[in-house]
């Protein structure tokens, strides 16, 4: 397969990771953009990276570019979309990928006009143990889904100016910290849930900063979801079959879980992949992805995801600036 030019847009935490994901390899980013370029100079000495645009713009053109890793705020990346989706160039974008479901709606038609795949950087798409619990599942031995829980819970200093409190930075629980769980539960669902209900609690900035949701699809699966950014939480995922139930613990990265079967109460305990290369996973899906031979990035279950995020936001009469 083709080795490809990766440039990362944004010199932030999941930048450093993307870095050292493709070092592992024996790889180097090909080049980095950013809004400030003195960080974008440290950011390339730091990880060997010979190109730092003098424009940020500038990653757009460049023709040696194949992929752009997108990892800015939420609410700048519907402007990076449109820029590289309209260059040609594959993007892999830092979850939320869109504010909104109209903004994905627009970013996946550009991507189908160029003939480039888009896909957003949901790492439990990717990770080993996702797929090994599918193939399980499909066997059918656990019989059929009946209800998912889900808990995520983040303890974030009470300041209204950081990021997970500020409007004018998309902040919020839901996009933040939400997006995994449903993320999760979409990932087990046999179907889209059509039933969305919920309670929230907003901060004095406006932005959620805990909720509760319910969803149901037309199978009658279900799904109760516990987020806050006011308490630490196990990241529990547990899913509830007729025959037995799994657990997954720290499951954005989860490499294990635990199926106890209901009969005799007896565990299994299964692992596979590792936490700390779940960056790895996504680039080698992605590159899969844009050579064309396999379509593993799961745009509709982001498609789903976002839908839901959108419809829950506009229940709770919650809108960023850029949406007034």
Known sequence: ??????????????????????????????????????????????????????????????????????????????????????????????KSVTLNADELAEAKLLAKENNVVLAEAMTLYHMPIYKKLRDIIETKRLGKLQMIQLNFGSYKDYDMNNRFFSPKLAGGALLDIGVYALSFARWFMSEKPDKLASQVRLAPSGVDEQAGILLQ????????????????????????????????????????????????????????????????????????????????????YTTDVMEMMSALRKEWGLLYPEER
């Open 1 to 94: 397969m083709k080795t490809y030019n990766w440039a990362t847009l944004g010199c932030g935490v999941i930048a450093n990771e993307l870095a050292q994901a493709l070092a592992k390899e024996g790889r180097t980013l090909y080049s980095v953009a950013n809004r400030t370029h003195s960080k974008a100079e440290v950011f390339a000495e730091k990880y060997g990276i010979k190109k730092v645009y003098d424009q940020i713009d500038d990653v757009f053109s460049d023709p040696n570019v194949d992929i752009i890793y997108i990892s800015t705020p939420h609410n700048t990346h519907i402007e990076f979309l449109r820029k590289a989706l309209t260059a040609g160039k594959h993007v892999l974008c830092e």
């Open 217 to 300: 699809n037309k199978a009658g699966e279900m799904a109760t979801i516990a987020l806050t950014l006011h308490a630490k939480q196990p990241k529990r995922g547990m899913l509830a079959f007729e025959e037995g139930y799994i657990e997954i613990y720290e499951y954005p990265r989860g490499n294990e879980a635990t199926i106890t079967y209901t009969e005799d109460g007896s565990k299994e305990v299964l692992q596979a992949g590792q936490t700390e290369n779940a960056l790895a996973y996504e680039v080698k899906d992605m590159e899969r992805a844009v050579s064309g031979a396999e379509n593993v990035m799961y745009l509709n």
